[in-house]
């Protein structure tokens, strides 16, 4: 039997609020924190030593900050084959600071351009601060400043700003590495954003107080069926104008299309599975909101694997689960006996 909907209140916009809090925070506030005088991060290259949460490290446990390093990949590598794309959707800069950027630009065209012309200046100068201690670099006088920090500083400062600006999409679906490597990390047992065209077709605009097809006694269609009519709806010119249908054979989906409007990189989630969605989940929350103003229960869209739409048992441990989570904790081991 298909899962019932999930609740309108299971949807992603806490998570990716609090995911944002919390990282855009420690980034702009990490460079200005002390443990024991010394800051809380510091990579410095002039001296050959860095500093780590406390911990004094010297050129010469480089090996242990590397095994450090491969432990947080394999351990992305193992987020991603358990829960899909949360990096890109949840905890990537670049969806974070577009996200900002979007909701900025609500206050108006001109003091939004202001307001992220001067985030991406302070993102520059913290971005500095991680390799020189922040509190030489301000004031602007300050002994910190020469013309490598401020290269950095001014070309950190540019890349963020013109990257949300003018090349947000272009860097998701073209440029980034680890959207390619996609294919080689998830399985048919990782959740991607779903929808639920069983439940959702035929599509159409109704009146409010039309109720859903489970209320009305309808059963969910037959794959093949349901797989026509987005066929049909994706590829007009090809299929011929739209049929009409009477309310009671409606699906549940309101063909507002506020999932395509509201995707960063405008998919049209009802198409089917795209390599390029972000799984970022705002498809999910626009779409719950339209159901739940015409009375209906939300979960048309929802994250979900391919091996849980053809109703077969999910798998936690799999072979490429288990490789990431020994390299994860290997490294990590590793790291631990070299610092001690």
């Not at 024991?36 to 949460?53: M, S, T």
């Not at 010297?58 to 491969?70: F, I, K, N, W």
Request: proline share 8%; hydrophobic share 45%.
């Amino acid at each position: 039997m298909p899962r019932p909907p999930l609740p309108a209140a299971l949807t992603f916009s806490w998570p990716r609020r609090l995911s944002a809090l919390l990282l855009l925070g420690s980034f702009y506030l990490l460079p200005w924190l002390s443990i024991n005088g010394e800051p809380a991060v510091l990579f410095d290259l002039a001296g050959r030593h860095a500093y780590l949460l406390g911990i004094e490290l010297a050129a010469d446990e480089l090996p242990a900050l590397l095994a450090l390093a491969v432990s947080g990949l394999a351990l992305l590598y193992l987020l991603t084959n358990l829960g899909g794309r949360l990096w890109c959707g949840l905890l990537c800069p670049q969806s974070i600071l577009g996200s900002l950027y979007q909701q900025l630009m609500q206050l108006g065209r001109h003091g939004g351009n202001l307001l992220w012309a001067l985030l991406a200046i302070w993102t520059g100068i913290s971005f500095v601060g991680y390799f020189t201690p922040v509190r030489q670099l301000l004031p602007p006088d300050a002994a910190g400043w020469n013309h490598w920090t401020v290269f950095w500083a001014v070309f950190y400062a540019a890349a963020t700003w013109a990257n949300i600006r003018f090349l947000r999409t272009r860097l998701c679906t073209e440029l980034c590495p680890f959207a390619r490597l996609q294919p080689w990390i998830t399985d048919q047992h990782t959740p991607h954003v779903r929808y639920q065209l069983r439940r959702g077709e035929p599509r159409g605009a109704r009146a409010p107080g039309l109720p859903g097809i489970h209320a009305r006694g309808r059963t969910l269609l037959n794959p093949t069926t349901a797989q026509d009519y987005v066929f049909r709806a994706a590829n007009p010119a090809i299929a011929g104008s739209w049929p009409r249908f009477a309310p009671d054979r409606l699906g549940d989906c309101l063909d507002c299309a506020q999932c395509q409007q509201q995707c960063p990189l405008k998919l049209d989630i009802r198409n089917g599975v795209d390599g390029n969605c972000l799984d970022c989940g705002l498809c999910i929350s626009v779409c719950d909101r339209q159901l739940a103003a015409h009375g209906l229960p939300g979960g048309l869209i929802r994250r979900q694997s391919q091996a849980d739409a053809e109703e077969q048992p999910a798998r936690i441990m799999r072979p490429r689960t288990v490789v990431a989570l020994v390299i994860a904790l290997g490294s990590a081991l590793s790291s631990w006996l070299l610092l001690h």
